[in-house]
């Protein structure tokens, strides 16, 4: 039925500030994708559509440069840039007209719908003005950050933008279809009194108190307007939920000569991921065969130290998560369950060792290491006040991130020392991705003692290349 789709996508996001300084808000990505590219995938494949229509404007070459011409998602896209997106929707919509002159499906750029079920909408005629998605929801609330509608008779007779009081469950969605004469139906509606702009809205009831036939169609699974970026946190929680049991894990253990401890960390954590890795960077000792007999997959490399040995791990561990941990025991398993549940609503999930209460006694946490680590993870929160971190642990190496968080930073995390850690916190930052630090349990290790912080000398070392580190991803580009 329907060949052709529109993306409104033009907007400057204010209400998502300070995100939308950087990046248009239809970019924000929800697990992973940008919502912009989900709803290419809705008219794709929900609608077979393949020739769409973006309207682009703030910050829009971001979004022609993602999603290029379309080719990589089987469509074929053509942009029109609108110079003022302070126009308003209906306005700008009008910029598309010379592109779209058979029945069209509209689906604005920045709204996230999950198994919506958006394929029911098949007219089967033409005697129809527009078709307006519609969702239930309890909540009257919802309905006021968008519109309500009333309908008699199967068709809808009235709408009503950003309702104070609204009746009935339905909520109005950003998904419509209409026939080319909504162009000529925009030009002759007058600006709204309250916004000083045309608005859709008040087209498509016009329209409709005018006799023209306006439809309903209703979605189901779960929908959410993204306006803010407290939206944005509940779509990437809600996403994710949704495809959590889908989503494997890998543990990451870079090891050299830790044939004490090797074994019980691995049995301790067989069972509670889908892959342990071990990367054991030629250890001289039995710190590759014991991982083995314990459960783990075993992989010998040479690096040059701590830092390349982790990112070895993550480059080739198998999961969709990955979570990094220490071969000295210090750390357990009972604390993935936290990682896991707070990795639904943040890119990369910290560990912190400086809770007091959650560390064993003989750990190597001592008076002045904890203070020193609380001092610097305040460091990189003044650093990069605008991203509000929130950090008192800079060494902690037990932490969770996504698959697709590593991929995104890669090329910036390098360094091969103990300064890896802190690096990783940083390129988060300045990949614009949230990252939230949580209280683990810090247990005395097993056997040997820490490379990177025993004793005074080893502390000061670590800690001064780490302060360099910091220095130079803030001032030195």
């Known amino acids: ?14 209400r998502a500030y300070p995100a939308t300084t950087w990046m248009p808000k239809v970019m924000l990505e929800i697990a992973g994708t940008p919502i912009i590219e989900r709803n ?30 379309g080719e990589r998602l089987g469509v074929q896209l053509t942009y029109v840039r609108c110079e003022d997106p302070k126009i308003g929707l209906a306005r700008g919509i009008l910029l598309a007209e010379p592109f779209l002159d058979r029945p069209f499906v509209t689906v604005l750029g920045d709204e996230l719908y999950l198994n919506s079920g958006h394929s029911k909408l098949r007219p089967t005629d033409t005697d129809w003005f527009a078709w307006c998605a519609v969702h239930r929801t309890p909540d009257a609330r919802r309905i006021t950050k968008n519109y309500c509608l009333t309908i008699d008779d199967g ?13 009935g469950d339905l909520l109005g969605c950003g998904t419509y279809a209409f026939q080319p004469s909504l162009f000529e139906r925009i030009r002759s509606t007058a ?28 979605l189901g699974g779960d929908y959410l307007n993204v306006n803010t970026l407290e939206d944005h946190h509940t779509a990437n929680h809600l996403a994710r939920t949704k495809q959590f049991a889908s989503f494997t894990t890998s543990l990451v253990i870079p090891a050299y000569n830790e044939e004490d401890s090797i074994a019980h960390v691995v049995r301790d954590f067989v069972g509670h991921v889908d892959e342990v890795l071990v990367v054991d960077n030629s250890s001289t000792d039995r710190t590759a065969e014991l991982a083995r007999e314990a459960g783990a997959r075993v992989e010998t490399v040479t690096q040059t130290g701590y830092g390349d040995t982790i990112q ?6 198998r999961g969709d998560i990955l979570i990094i941990t220490e071969a000295d025991h210090s ?12 990795l639904k609503d943040a890119d990369m999930v910290m560990g912190t060792r400086t809770t007091r209460e959650m560390i064993e ?39 969770a991130l996504w698959k697709t968080t590593w991929t995104k930073i890669r090329t910036q995390a390098t360094h091969t020392g103990p300064e890896f850690s802190p690096e990783m916190m940083i390129e988060a930052l300045r990949a614009r991705l949230r990252v939230i630090e949580i209280p683990i349990s810090y247990h005395a290790r097993v056997g040997g003692e820490s490379k990177h912080s025993a004793g005074f000398f080893h502390v000061s ?3 001064l290349r780490m302060l360099r580190l910091i220095l130079a991803k803030r001032f030195g580009g």
Not at 1 to 14: R, Y
Not at 331 to 342: A, N, P, Q, W
Not at 373 to 398: A, H, M, S
């Open 361 to 399: 006694q003989g750990s190597n946490m001592g008076g002045i290491l904890r203070l020193g680590n609380i001092v610097v993870g305040k460091l990189i929160e003044v650093l990069w006040w605008g991203q509000e971190p929130r950090f008192t642990d800079v060494g902690c190496t037990y932490r």
């Open 331 to 342: 750390f357990r398993s009972k604390d993935v369950g936290k990682f896991l549940e707070f």
């Open 155 to 167: 068709r809808i007779v009235d709408l009503e933008e950003k309702p104070e009081h609204p009746s």
């Open 191 to 218: 600006p709204n009194p309250r916004s000083g702009r045309v608005e859709l809205t008040d087209v498509i009831r016009e329209a409709a108190r005018e006799g023209l036939t306006v439809l309903p169609f209703e």
């Open 1 to 14: 039925m329907f060949e052709l789709g529109l993306i409104p996508a033009a907007g400057e996001g204010v």
């Open 312 to 317: 070895w791990g993550l480059d080739h561990a």
């Open 461 to 463: 070392k670590t800690a």
């Open 40 to 69: 290419v995938e809705i008219l794709r494949d929900d609608f077979g559509i393949k020739q769409i229509v973006i309207i682009t404007g703030h910050l829009g070459s971001m979004i022609e440069e993602h999603l290029g011409n």
